[in-house]
């Protein structure tokens, strides 16, 4: 076999699809290794499955990225585990590794006490939405929850209101259903539980529903719903307006309640079991958040649901510094130039978004998100922009990485071999297409 450039991408989703089409373009052999059976990522984990237009036509594009005869697909592998950095450059040889595996990690509520209830009240904001998204698949073998009525969400961003449409609807949908009246959860999210217990001729009071509540550290007008890296004070004026409308509807379409300038205090417990939160107010002095004594407040809830963000998980053989990847260039995404490791999408999760500039894929995402929000329709220009966005940050990664020198065929045959041999272990054919069909996600055909 002739020597042949060679590029190892961890994550097949929207980042990591883009990079490998991008380097089979150019010449390259590319290995994708990927932790699950499909490629979706957070398109199909993270992304609520109201959004079925979207998250198809976000399949499709993947699907396009990745099956090409360069590309050599591998499931059901995670790094670490079944395979290591370690094997794939020292030993293997391979001169490239792309780390596009996204942000998986929840990060932890600032409360020590309330980890021990995490299974047995205390929900984080991916297993959530990856239940919702599953668990009406008869072949779901994942958690389940039991949302309880009045749940308490700690978070402020964009997912955060994700999390309480989902509480929302998944608690209407159930009391609707003790009246006999049956409803499709995605069916609700586009009319708005408001208008279809209109419709209904109820109200939350008489089917007995409390609602959940969202809890913020700050204002609404401060959420982090519609952002700029630099604005001006027009422009923030603007931003605290949108912000807010973009609450509000939230609210009001989803029968919402929030808890604004409030922080998590304590945790209330009753007979050993998980029964509300101790909150506490705050207020900002000098641009400072500080809490403000003798303001607690008691919220009882059975369910609290943690939605301040997501983290890379960590990797055997990539540096960390404290929470996130130890980036030795957070604006090409170089994490180790010598071994050539580095990183895309929103594996670059830290520094204060400090990529927003860049225009990168998880940039073009939020911003999409902030407009869905705001009752723009984005669908169709979503993928679009994304994908595009995705093959930006990837070229100038690949424009330095194909500049290492070539793999020689020896060392290519030894790895398309354990390639191979991981194919036989996971009973993957080598036909991405055919692999795909035979695995598609339960709501393939859904609407919505």
Known sequence: ME????????????????????????GALVVVIEQNARPYGKIEDGLPRWHGALRRKEYARIDANLDHPSIYYVPKT???????LDELIDDLGVGTVILANGAWRDRQ?????????????VVYQNALVRWFNHHEDPAWTGPCFAIADGAIVVGGGLASLDVVKILNLEVYARALAER???????????????????????TPEELGVRGCTLVYRRSAEEMPLASDPDPSPERLERLKKTRVKILDKVLRRYLVHFEPNTVVADVLVEDARLAGLVLRRTRSEGG?????????????????????????EPLPGVPMLREVYAFRDWETGELDGERGIYGLGNVLTGRGNIK????????????????????????????????????REAREVLDRALDRPAMPGGRVEALLERVRKRWREVDYGGDYGAWIAAHRPWDWDAEG
Do not use: C, K, W, Y
């Open 78 to 84: 995670r790094i670490g585990e079944e395979v290591t």
């Open 288 to 312: 400072r958040l500080v809490e403000v004594p003798g303001s607690e407040l008691t919220l009882r809830s059975e369910l609290v649901v943690s939605s301040i963000g997501s983290l890379p």
């Open 3 to 26: 020597a042949r450039q060679v590029v190892v991408v961890v994550g097949g989703a929207v980042a990591g699809s883009e990079a490998a089409a991008l380097a089979a373009e150019r």
């Open 180 to 202: 006999g009246i049956a409803v499709d959860v995605v069916a609700m999210e586009h009319a708005g539980i408001d208008r279809t217990l209109a419709e209904h001729g109820l």
């Open 356 to 391: 927003e500039s860049r225009n990168s894929a998880r940039e073009v995402i939020r911003r999409l998100a902030e407009r869905r929000h705001a009752g723009q329709l984005v669908e169709d220009a979503a993928s679009d922009e994304a994908h595009e966005a995705a093959r």
């Open 109 to 121: 509520l600032p409360l020590p006490a309330l980890e021990r209830f995490v299974g047995a009240g």
